[in-house]
């Protein structure tokens, strides 16, 4: 799955371990996710959405949409 989690965590300054700390998971977890090789709980992508204050379809995308 595709996201935007590490755009938008270096727009806000943050270092992985200083997002790891606010949604309460590992720094492994958050550079699994930013990787792609970890898609994250609903809960835990409801908590990013939240924090990030966008929807969690402007964060992640399944890749089952295409684009034209």
């Not at 727009?11 to 590992?26: F, G, H, R, Y």
């Not at 409801?46 to 949409?65: M, N, T, W």
Request: with cysteine; proline share 4%; charged share 30%.
């Amino acid at each position: 799955m595709k996201n935007r989690l590490k755009v938008l965590r270096a727009e806000c300054d943050w270092t992985q371990a200083d997002l790891a700390e606010k949604l309460e998971v590992s720094r492994q977890t958050v550079n699994a996710i930013e990787t792609g090789k970890y898609d994250p709980s609903l809960p835990l992508a409801f908590k990013i959405s939240r924090l990030f204050d966008q929807p969690i379809e402007q964060i992640f995308e399944d890749g089952a949409e295409t684009n034209s």
